[in-house]
């Protein structure tokens, strides 16, 4: 059995149910990496150019720029079980990273080269659709997570999350959650109760 065959089995299922055929899902075979991430430990770093896609096989991994004059980190995005993660922008443009993406726990992911994936948009046109829905899936996150910011309460934006991320609680500090959701600890802790009881 191959290094990694039940992670590229899971893969391939993923990528099934999104409409790619196995003959054209095969193509890539030779290209994805399995890498174990530590906690703590970072996918792509600031300023950095980021050169790959990965594939969460299980973990959690965040998006976060710090404030220059105040040290303060701000989570942009989580990423977890079954969800490709990348510093979008840094690996669209191939250019530096302005910002952070870390494990946030022990964490397994498949990965591509952009210069691989580049190779297969010219071989297979399942491929480019692919590669059009990761930069849409990209483009959705961004402006759901701005819109949120402009248009929901945080309780809105708490169950958005919970939605999307059923299991975060278990692997991420209430911080890192407030964080991302724009409020402080307090507030946080008195919408989840308030969520409880309901």
């Not at 710090?66 to 669209?92: A, I, P, W």
């Not at 992911?109 to 692919?130: P, T, V």
Request: aromatic share 14%; charged share 25%; proline share 3%.
């Amino acid at each position: 059995m191959l290094e990694g065959a039940t992670e590229i089995e899971l893969l391939r299922t993923v990528m099934g149910s999104a409409g790619m055929k196995a003959e054209a899902f095969d193509l890539s075979l030779p290209h994805w990496k399995l890498k174990q991430y530590k906690k703590g430990e970072f996918y792509n770093e600031y300023k950095n150019v980021c050169k790959h896609l990965g594939f969460i096989i299980s973990g959690v991994f965040r998006i976060y720029r710090v404030n220059e004059t105040t040290g303060e980190e701000k989570n942009m995005l989580f990423f977890t079980d079954h969800q490709f993660v990348t510093s979008f922008t840094s690996f669209f443009s191939q250019t530096a990273c302005e910002y952070y993406t870390e494990a946030m726990v022990d964490s397994f992911i498949l990965y591509i080269h952009i210069d691989h994936l580049n190779g297969l948009y010219g071989q297979s046109h399942q491929w480019e659709r692919f590669g059009r829905m990761v930069a849409e899936t990209a483009f959705h996150e961004v402006m759901r997570s701005t819109e949120g910011f402009l248009f929901k309460t945080p309780e809105d934006r708490y169950r958005d999350m919970i939605e999307k991320h059923p299991n975060i609680f278990n692997s991420v500090p209430l911080y890192h959650i407030a964080s991302y959701l724009g409020i402080r600890g307090p507030s946080l802790s008195r919408i989840r109760k308030r969520m409880v009881g309901k």
